[in-house]
């Protein structure tokens, strides 16, 4: 597939040949790794479009498609937390990245969290964005997340749930999240991460409090307070664990906060990573 501004470069990180968005330079405040969230056809370039031009002028920005998901080799047995984190780490290695400031996304805040605790000297600063990473009773919107059977209607339908006012264009953008989810290969793989009874994959991307506790590096935490996809008491319990961590909400904002809040969440996350 040409054409799609959802392929970027690709390199080969720990065997898995992986669709990569890398842009911007490094004048000494770091590079950027944005790890994107686990919605149906998702890619890094859908979830991070808006944040890495944003970006790219202060940091080197590395955006991977995690493995199993968009233009990243299908070629793994299993899905699971070890498998994600070694593939990150694999995608700095091939990368020649030694450490990075690491920015996740709902599911992708678990694996930036699984980096912060695994491999601390590989992580700076850590942002998170509507984080799975702690245990909780999985809300409607997740399961419908995780449970999507493709259709335009239900890739729409999981549209108004991520946002907290749906913007216009809604029919196309669903209509364009739909043919990307029903590439060859993808629906397959999707429905082989997170099969009912779902509890158990919230519980499976959890980690232990006191693991989340020890964790040293900087920390800004994003949430909308009308996210229905993650509960904001997720975020607040991060906050509470992490000993340097701030929390920003925002007001109007369901799950998408660095789309429907792009400018501020811009703002703020290039600031705080420029603090050190």
Request: hydrophobic letters at 45%; one cysteine or more.
């Amino acid at each position: 597939m040409t054409g799609t501004p959802e392929i970027g470069g690709m390199v080969v990180a720990g065997g898995i040949p992986t669709n990569i968005h890398d842009s911007g330079h490094d004048p000494g405040n770091g590079v950027v790794l944005l790890i994107h969230g686990s919605g149906p056809g998702v890619s890094a370039w859908a979830n991070w479009r808006l944040t890495i031009p944003a970006l790219s002028p202060h940091f080197r920005v590395i955006a991977p498609d995690v493995v199993g998901f968009g233009f990243t080799e299908r070629v793994v047995d299993s899905y699971d937390l070890d498998t994600w984190t070694a593939h990150a780490v694999a995608v700095l290695d091939a990368l020649g990245v030694d450490r990075a400031h690491v920015v996740g996304n709902s599911f992708g805040g678990s694996l930036a969290l699984s980096l912060a605790i695994r491999h601390p000297d590989r992580v700076r600063r850590l942002g998170l964005m509507g984080a799975v990473g702690l245990d909780f009773p999985i809300t409607p919107g997740l399961d419908a997340v995780w449970g999507y059977e493709p259709s335009v209607a239900a890739m729409a339908d999981l549209l108004r749930i991520f946002t907290a006012t749906p913007a216009p264009g809604l029919d196309d953008l669903a209509q364009l999240r739909y043919e990307a989810s029903i590439r060859p290969g993808v629906q397959e793989a999707y429905a082989r991460m997170f099969p009912a009874p779902r509890q158990r994959w919230v519980s499976a991307l959890a980690h232990a409090e006191t693991d989340v506790a020890a964790i040293t590096a900087p920390t800004m935490i994003f949430h909308g307070r009308e996210d229905q996809v993650i509960p904001l008491a997720t975020s607040l319990r991060l906050f509470e664990l992490i000993p340097d961590a701030q929390l920003h909400l925002f007001g109007g904002c369901g799950h998408w906060t660095q789309i429907e809040h792009a400018e501020a969440f811009n703002r703020l996350l290039r600031d705080f990573l420029l603090g050190d």
